[in-house]
């Protein structure tokens, strides 16, 4: 095993001196502004970036002429390719892409990525889960921007774990690729129209909601806002849960088919759909729902849903191997060794309700949440690329991070008592990796925070948010978060798309209205796109859920209340 160490400079121990030399928003401009061709070959001084590299250049131009009608337009935009080179001539670069729209409203959006990224977002489409029918962030005017963290994927794409092997790259991905974008970014801008931007947002979701949640705590000072969905904040301790869940789930006869996965569903509706007021196919009562569903004893129209004798008997029933599993993923998982981000564990996830991947929904986004979820492959050595999607990127992130070895049998890390070695690099590996939550001075500074998660999500635990909004409460006081931060959840949305409720809400509204018109979010309305398109529910502020008012039409929000 290769035991170089991760260099810390810039994230981990450095966090304090990068937050007292956080980025200040009034970026420096130039007085003429350039046409989208004169931006072409345009050299970033390394000076230009808060962190080190070897400079930058702007390596493409377009301009790109006006598409689409109504919300879906693209307005006429430059759209501009770089790079910013490493200090390591041996780590990748990274490379990014900045719109810049003809008629600009003086702001920017920076978008974050997903998984272990390696690709570039679409930088002229919405933020995540955003309404349809309001305008994209560009078609707004905003100019948009992102990067590929510092990596480039092969085939593997978000799950590309390569990355690992070098220290530079591994920095870029933990949250320095976000630092250098943005102020690479904020160059060109500043060079194509002449002034320096007004407001700095930034929207993510996954991987995405963890950038953004660590962009406005390490350097505060150069976001207005921030909206995250779904926010793998504590990456290293969801990673570990991940390899405990691949090891639980690679047992013989625990992996549940998908047919076993609707007979589950299909059990925890039935024992707790009307626990809101309203059956429709969705778990508002989440909590309630979690105190007394068991799948040992719980049946399904008069028959248990446990095989009799606890043995497999086909796909009418779960055995004992895969309650065991489904348990442990609901449960979470607890560490015997110390992480230097401070986590002891990480939560379990709302299996109960959970479309767990059910190939036979047939919908646009289905192979999508199947996918996210438990794939159509039992975890194994080699790892099957069908396999659970945390399960790949988890045999990826032990092998290229931890291990360093390509070859090295990702099943052999216990993670609840690693071996010494391997116990000292994912410790090392959690500082830098996880977002912290003190973000104080994002708030002092005037900054915005919207949070949501879907409660259905098995992928990214939405109890791991509640555990990053409750630390928010205790360290700041509930009037003091209530300030700048809202928390919402979700019923029935899993991790980025669902087939029973596909969750958008028009967010960047919500933030622009906050930051700019001080006017707090109230009343807010999400609306299904797949499993009912049009039907809308409100958006509580964490921890009430949406509870039916009797006799209200059960596809609108205002026949529901905000319930504790």
Same mark, same amino acid.
């Given at each position: ?7 810390? &400079? ?84 990274? %490379? ?12 920017v959006v920076m978008f974050g990525g997903g998984g272990f990224n390696g690709t570039i977002p679409n930088i002229t489409g919405n933020v995540p889960q955003g309404a349809p029918d309001v305008p994209t962030p560009i078609g707004r005017g905003y100019a948009t921007f992102a990067s590929d963290s510092g990596h480039q994927a092969n085939d593997y794409g978000s799950q590309d774990g390569r990355w690992g092997l070098n220290d530079e790259a591994v920095r870029n991905f933990a949250g320095d690729a976000l630092k250098k974008t943005r102020d690479a970014a904020v160059f060109i801008v500043g060079k194509r129209y002449g002034s320096a931007p007004e407001r700095h947002y930034f929207a993510g979701g996954s991987t995405g909601g963890r950038e953004a949640l660590t962009s406005i705590q390490r350097w505060p000072g150069d976001w207005d806002g921030a909206i995250a969905w779904y926010p793998a904040w504590n990456n290293v301790s969801a990673w570990l849960a991940g390899q405990y869940l691949s090891l639980e ?7 549940? =088919? ?9 059990? =925890? ?9 309203? *059956? ?62 401070? *986590? ?26 199947? +996918?996210?979820?438990?794939?159509? &492959? %039992? ?11 945390? =399960? ?29 070695? +391997? ?32 409660? =259905? ?17 205790? %360290?700041?006081? *509930? ?86």
């Amino acid at each position: 095993m290769n035991n170089t160490k991760l260099m810390l &400079s810039g994230v981990g121990a450095g966090l304090v001196a990068v937050v007292l030399i956080a980025g200040c928003k009034d970026d420096p401009s130039t007085a003429d502004p350039m046409t989208c061709e004169q931006l072409a070959g345009l050299e970033i001084p390394a000076d230009t970036l808060k962190l080190a590299t070897s400079g930058g250049s702007i390596t493409a131009t377009e301009t790109v002429v006006a598409s689409g009608t109504g919300t879906t337009a693209i307005p006429e935009h430059c759209l501009v390719s770089g790079t910013i080179a490493p200090v390591d001539a041996s780590a990748p670069d990274i %490379q990014f892409r900045v719109a810049l729209p003809t008629d600009w409203n003086n702001k920017v959006v920076m978008f974050g990525g997903g998984g272990f990224n390696g690709t570039i977002p679409n930088i002229t489409g919405n933020v995540p889960q955003g309404a349809p029918d309001v305008p994209t962030p560009i078609g707004r005017g905003y100019a948009t921007f992102a990067s590929d963290s510092g990596h480039q994927a092969n085939d593997y794409g978000s799950q590309d774990g390569r990355w690992g092997l070098n220290d530079e790259a591994v920095r870029n991905f933990a949250g320095d690729a976000l630092k250098k974008t943005r102020d690479a970014a904020v160059f060109i801008v500043g060079k194509r129209y002449g002034s320096a931007p007004e407001r700095h947002y930034f929207a993510g979701g996954s991987t995405g909601g963890r950038e953004a949640l660590t962009s406005i705590q390490r350097w505060p000072g150069d976001w207005d806002g921030a909206i995250a969905w779904y926010p793998a904040w504590n990456n290293v301790s969801a990673w570990l849960a991940g390899q405990y869940l691949s090891l639980e789930l690679a047992r013989p006869g625990a992996y549940p =088919s998908s047919a076993e996965r609707k007979l589950l569903l299909d059990a =925890s509706l039935e024992a707790c759909d009307n626990l809101d007021g309203l *059956e429709d196919g969705l778990i508002s009562d989440q909590r309630q729902c979690n105190d007394i569903f068991d799948p040992a004893t719980a049946t399904l129209a008069g028959v248990p849903v446990r095989c009799p004798g606890g043995a497999d008997d086909g796909d009418h029933c779960l055995s004992d191997a895969q309650i065991t599993a489904l348990k442990a993923m609901e449960a979470g998982v607890s560490f015997n060794f110390d992480l230097a981000s401070g *986590e002891t564990g990480y939560p379990g996830s709302n299996v109960w309700g959970a479309d767990l991947g059910i190939t036979s929904i047939n919908t646009p986004v289905q192979p999508i949440v199947t +996918f996210l979820a438990l794939g159509t &492959s %039992q975890p194994a050595i080699p790892m099957p690329r069908n396999a659970p999607y945390l =399960s790949v990127l988890v045999d990826q992130w032990v092998r290229y991070v931890v291990a360093r070895d390509a070859d090295f049998n990702s099943f052999d890390l216990d993670p609840i008592d690693p071996a010494p070695a +391997f116990a000292e690099r994912i410790s090392e590996l959690s500082g830098p990796f996880n977002a912290g939550t003190d973000i104080s001075a994002f708030r002092d500074g005037g900054g915005k925070l919207l949070l949501a998660h879907g409660l =259905s999500d098995i992928l990214v635990s939405s109890r791991a948010t509640e555990i990053y909004y409750q630390r928010l409460l205790e %360290q700041m006081g *509930e009037d003091t978060v209530d300030s700048f931060v809202r928390y919402y959840e979700i019923p029935g949305f899993g991790h980025a798309a669902s087939s029973h409720f596909n969750a958008t809400w028009d967010s960047l509204t919500a933030l622009e209205n906050w930051v700019e018109r001080d006017i707090a979010p109230e009343n807010q309305v999400t609306m299904d796109t797949v499993g009912t398109p049009g039907r809308s529910r409100p958006l509580c502020d964490y921890p009430a859920w949406p509870r039916y008012v009797d006799g209200g039409d059960p596809d609108t929000a205002a026949s529901f209340e905000c319930a504790e």
